[in-house]
């Protein structure tokens, strides 16, 4: 372990795909609404989908990076028991994604840039969402992001989780965060259905290939932006610290991107958009 320039502890040394995970889950990890008064500035938030209601475990609006007009839809977990409960665990209903729809296209409509951020263990799965449409939705979103004209970043910033971190994840560039996961399923699960064991997530993790590092290296994922090993802290400076060390490598990041992005024509993005996720299911040894 190694300090970075602000000060703050960065991973080093070697550790398992399940620990990722842990770390992943930490509760002091940077949410959405953390990274909107970090990396961004004059955030304003949109809600509703026009169809039935509000969805508070996405977070929808339009804001500004570094001077430049970009809409941002992200997950949003809480932190205590009564912000969790608010944003159901940052598992989104149908209306979420409706929402979160509805905001992309009004980005296409005035010709900003998608940034996505994806922190979540799923879509909700429960009977009213199923009722209302969720598959469908999720869908719908996969498909229209394919064909949207603006540029699209996508950040892997805690867990990705199955369809219901993909339904906003289809972008032209997915940065992904050092210690995040993405994944079509969480390890305890994968355990459960193939050895009735939920103890056995740990081997779970390692064969899901769910870690930044291993996503890297079968394309799933195009960047890994370096963060902070430790995330229990002991104080408010030492955390904004930290906080600050994930900004300012991810706003450079995404600067970087949207520059390069920006460049090409829209036409020539969605063909290498495209091209990208239909060549996800290519087999290859690793």
């Known amino acids: 372990m190694e300090l970075g320039n602000s000060g703050a502890k960065i991973m080093t040394e070697e550790i ?3 620990e990722r995970v842990k ?16 990396i961004f500035t004059d955030f304003v938030e949109l809600h509703g989908d026009r169809r039935y209601a509000d969805d508070p475990a996405l977070m929808c609006g ?5 001077g430049t007009d970009v809409a941002v839809v992200g997950h949003q977990k809480g932190r205590d028991l009564d912000q969790r409960r608010h944003r159901n665990f940052g598992m989104p209903k149908p209306e979420g994604y409706r929402k979160a729809l509805r905001i992309m296209h009004l980005a296409q409509k005035y010709s900003r840039p998608i940034i996505t951020i994806v922190d979540t263990t799923g879509a909700y799965p429960g009977i009213d969402a199923e009722e209302r449409g969720q598959a469908e939705a999720i869908a719908y979103n996969l498909r229209e992001m394919a064909n949207l004209d603006v540029p699209i970043i996508v950040v892997v ?10 339904a906003i994840a289809v972008g032209d560039r997915i940065l992904m965060m050092e210690n995040a996961v993405y994944s ?3 390890p305890e699960g994968c355990a459960a259905i193939l050895w009735k064991d939920a103890g056995m997530a740990e081997s779970a993790a390692k064969n899901l290939k769910l870690t930044a590092e291993d996503l890297k290296q ?3 994922i195009d ?18 610290v930290v906080l600050d060390e994930i900004s300012k490598g991810l706003k450079a990041s995404l600067l970087k991107n949207l520059k390069k992005l920006k460049k090409m024509d829209a036409k020539e993005r969605k063909t290498k958009r495209f091209a990208k996720f239909r060549e996800m299911g290519s087999w290859i040894d690793v």
């Not at 867990?159 to 993909?166: F, I, K, T, V």
């Open 23 to 38: 770390i992943a889950r930490h509760l002091e990890r940077p949410h959405t609404k953390d990274l909107l008064e970090s």
């Open 223 to 240: 960047e890994i932006i370096p963060e902070p090993f430790e995330w229990k802290f002991s104080a408010i400076e030492e955390k904004e």
């Open 184 to 186: 079509v399923i969480s």
């Open 157 to 166: 910033l805690g867990e990705g989780g199955s369809g219901g971190a993909l």
């Open 16 to 18: 398992s795909a399940f």
């Open 62 to 66: 339009f804001a500004k990076l570094d």
């Open 218 to 220: 079968i394309n799933i």
